[in-house]
């Protein structure tokens, strides 16, 4: 393990623009070409530009350092060419990488998807039900790059840079520690008009967050932003329809135009998924599990189906979900590996502006000027979960009672397992180490 694989595992970093995947993994691994995705495709959010513009030698710092890891020769920035600012910050950090090329992308959803930005900035299609490393490449988000890069001074990940959007005061970009609740990160956002108890929040961007209600919960390493929302805005009632409700209007409404494989990335990418299919295998009652059924796995939830495609606003999106929950209790696994040769013949013109998505969402209204904020609060007291990585859960190291230090670590990954490690992201007394999560109190 080299070195810099070792303070990467050390400093806890993973993935932030994903499910949190273990980066001295990815580090480990070997590669043609390294991707640094910035291309921030969710509306509303602003998180990866602000990283960018601020932090560009530092990123493009920690680009260069996961290409040697990775013996990479080619390194791209992939963002989209609308970010003059950001563009202003690194271009000129760039042009000292001479093995470094930025790639400017059309402002379109998702083009931050991995296998989309795969495409867009090196020409190669990902195979079905694969990880870009199946064609040479690794992608790391912007933030993680950043993370990768203090790692490699030995500095802990324990701070998150995240969009606070929606119904705040002072919608903008903050640094919060690591398990900070949403409580403070809304009291830090200037405070909100909504009774609590009346609020949903979205953690993430519009298209693929996951709608939480209330204010008790926290920011993890992978939160890049919270929407907050009127509970009973049309948006939420929509992302959160009971799920027999939602499939008993899947049954009897789909009819079969198949706007949504015509729009589907995945579909576009020459996959084969074909969301109208599966709808009308369910619709059929088929038995699972036949290939049309089976074709959920290749779904990368984006939400283009439910969003933007559907004239009837039936969700594919969710439908798949439940079917992959399904197969996923029954042992049944992806069977579908085929490499497309070539995207599909409309793949270029079929591409869904990112306005038009947020369009689409109905939260336009939150379309506005942002706030930047670089300091710390004084958060005095975060929940660190256990469990905000791909992998398993971190052990904890220290005891109720116990003074930290910001950056000391509080959990470790378990030996010999996929996991990473857990630092304290204030410094004070740990108030509490529960099944799930430490507290500390600042
Ligand atoms: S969410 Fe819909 S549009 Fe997106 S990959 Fe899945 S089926 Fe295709
Ligand atoms: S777009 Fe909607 S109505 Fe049309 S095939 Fe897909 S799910 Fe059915």
């Known amino acids: 393990m080299s070195e810099l694989v070792k303070l990467i595992q050390e400093a806890g970093v993973v993935g932030a623009g994903g499910a949190g995947f273990p980066t001295h993994v990815k580090a480990g691994s070997r590669v043609q070409i390294f991707l640094a995705n910035g291309a921030e495709c969710e509306p509303l959010l602003y998180t990866d530009q602000y990283m960018m513009r601020v932090y560009a030698r530092e990123i493009l710092a920690g680009l260069k350092l996961m290409m040697n890891a990775t013996g990479a020769a080619r390194g791209i920035v992939g963002l989209k060419a609308e970010y003059h600012d950001v563009l202003e910050a690194l271009e000129p950090e760039a042009a000292k990488y001479p093995d470094i090329e930025i790639k400017k992308l059309q402002s379109v959803y998702p083009s931050g998807d991995e296998q989309s930005l795969v495409y867009e900035c090196t020409g190669r299609i ?10 040479g490449v690794a992608v790391d988000n912007v933030e993680t790059l950043y993370n990768v890069y203090q790692a490699s001074r030995g500095v802990s990940l324990t701070m998150r840079t995240v969009t ?8 903008g970009v903050y640094r919060f520690p690591v398990g900070t609740s949403y409580t403070d990160a809304v009291a830090a956002a200037g405070g909100s008009d909504l009774p609590a108890d009346q609020m949903a929040v979205v953690d993430g961007g519009p298209m693929m967050g996951a709608v939480r209600f209330g204010l008790g919960h926290f920011i993890k390493k992978t939160t890049g932003g919270l929407i907050v929302l009127p509970k009973d805005h049309g948006y939420i009632l929509r992302r959160t329809m009971p799920k027999s409700r939602e499939t008993l209007i899947t049954v009897s409404a789909c009819c079969q ?7 589907c990335p995945r579909y576009l990418l020459g996959h084969d998924l074909e969301p ?30 439910e969003t933007v495609a559907c004239p009837l606003q039936l969700s594919p999106r969710n439908v798949f979900a439940m079917i992959r929950d399904e197969l996923r209790a029954k042992g049944v696994q992806n069977p579908h590996h085929r490499q497309p040769e070539a995207v599909r013949d409309s793949y270029e013109y079929t591409k869904i502006p990112k306005m038009r998505a947020l369009a689409r969402t109905g939260l336009m209204d939150y379309y506005k000027h942002m706030h930047e904020q670089e300091l710390p609060f004084p958060i005095r007291k975060v929940s660190l979960a256990l469990q905000q990585h791909v992998g398993a859960p ?28 857990l630092h304290a992201s204030i410094s004070g007394l740990v108030s509490g180490v529960f099944q799930d999560h430490i507290e500390i109190e600042g």
């Open 126 to 135: 990902v195979p079905e039900g694969g990880i870009p490393l199946n064609v």
């Open 257 to 263: 135009c198949r706007a949504c494989t015509d729009l």
């Open 394 to 421: 971190a052990v904890p190291v220290v005891a109720t009672g116990d003074r930290v230090n910001a950056g000391q670590l509080v959990a470790r990954a378990p030996e010999g397992k996929l996991g990473a490690n």
């Open 276 to 305: 109208h299919k599966v709808m009308r295998a369910i619709q059929n009652r088929m038995e699972l599990p036949p290939s049309q059924i089976t074709q959920a796995w290749l779904c990368c939830l984006c939400g283009v189906c």
């Open 164 to 171: 606070m959007n929606g119904e705040v005061r002072r919608p």
